[in-house]
């Protein structure tokens, strides 16, 4: 099955408008280095996806770091898909591991903003991984499964198809420590797997799952080589235009 690599940056709170509008003409200037059949994703801060989206014929899809669960309403602070879709806003990291840290998002949350993505035709980025502790304690499969099942089990084959999965193990966010590629690969096989469980194996072979935590230009090659790791959720090392486009050529075995 050949699935489309995706290459995905999280700036997470970084950038000023002026650095993010930097990075984006600069990405469109080095559109010829990039290859073909890799999709790059870029997740700025929210208030750079209006300027960002005005790029003419960009070579990025924009994503939005998170979303709320309701569609309109008195949320202060918040921002919903409904508005990301009117946008050119193809998808939403939801679950990221500081998010469910920082901000307190549990499962149940998750799962509606999982919902809320789905109904106004964004794609989410579910991202799911133990912390170190549970990997310490050969946990780490469990706690994987049990946040596939409260975030994404109650959804049909046909939604599941529009979801890309994102397995961060927390030890490896903004560590420099990544994981092996055969704790990679053993990780996003268990998820394919359990994914065909759930939703049959043609829908489960055509979801994509990244690997993140501490990807760069020099450990990306290695990870994509893996059967299932269809790309990269990469932080810190989306910040830096030269390496980011080392990783999307990565991808395609450049
Ligand atoms: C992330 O935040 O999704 C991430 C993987 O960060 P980093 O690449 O900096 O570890």
Redesign the pocket.
Known sequence: MMRTKLVAG?W?MNKTLTEAMEFAVSLQEHRDELPDGVEVMIAPPSLYLVPMEMVKDPVYELAAQNCSQHSFGAFTGEISAAMLSEMRVRYAIIG?SERRQYFHEGDTLLARKVDACLLHGIKPVFCVGENLEERQEKRHFITVLHQLEHGLYHLSPAQMADVVLAY?PVW???TGVTASSDQAQEMHAFVRQSLASHVGEATANRVRILY????NASNSADLFACPDVDGA?????SLKVHEFIRIIRSAAGL
């Open positions: 999280n997470k990221h961060e490896a966010i903004g993140g935590g501490s990807v959720l990469v932080g810190g090392a």
